[in-house]
């Protein structure tokens, strides 16, 4: 049995996108027990749980910049995810109830990270003005 590891933090996307990456694990699990699917869905694995990881790693940011590269490393993984997601439901192996889903959080994480990185680039101007 696997133990419930209570992650409580301050940080929306961090919160989201370790949940999300929870939602693709157990995604990567369907595909792999249920429809016998290898390819991509290690592919999904891969950069569905990335996001959070960058998203992490950006917490311990060695400048604004640097912040701002994490972030939008994770993004391109939401893109890459999404491509993905998009696959899986147009061959079948998941439904579309399964794909609204999930689309809908990928959608909702893309919103959060692209209002980070602007507001953290606004930040960086405005410093820049002084």
């Keep these: 049995m696997i133990k419930k590891v209570n992650m409580k933090s301050e940080n929306v996307i961090v919160d989201k996108s370790y949940k999300f990456a929870i939602r693709i694990i157990k995604l990567y699990k369907f595909l792999i027990d249920d429809k016998k699917e290898y390819i991509i869905s290690k592919?999904?694995?891969?950069?569905?749980?990335?996001?959070?990881?960058?998203?992490?790693?950006?917490?311990?940011?060695?400048?604004?910049?640097?912040?701002?590269?994490?972030?939008?490393?994770?993004?391109?993984?939401?893109?890459?995810?999404?491509?993905?997601?998009?696959?899986?439901?147009?061959?079948?192996?998941?439904?579309?109830?399964?794909?609204?889903?999930?689309n809908k959080d990928c959608i909702e994480l893309m919103r959060i990270i692209n209002s980070i990185i602007l507001t953290s680039k606004e930040k960086i101007k405005n410093l820049n003005k002084l």
């Excluded at 701002?68 to 999404?82: G, Q, V």
């Design 43 to 102: 592919q999904i694995l891969k950069c569905g749980t990335s996001i959070g990881a960058n998203i992490n790693e950006a917490q311990s940011a060695e400048s604004k910049m640097d912040f701002i590269h994490k972030l939008s490393i994770s993004a391109k993984e939401i893109r890459e995810t999404k491509y993905w997601l998009k696959l899986l439901i147009e061959t079948d192996y998941i439904s579309k109830k399964s794909f609204d889903s999930i």
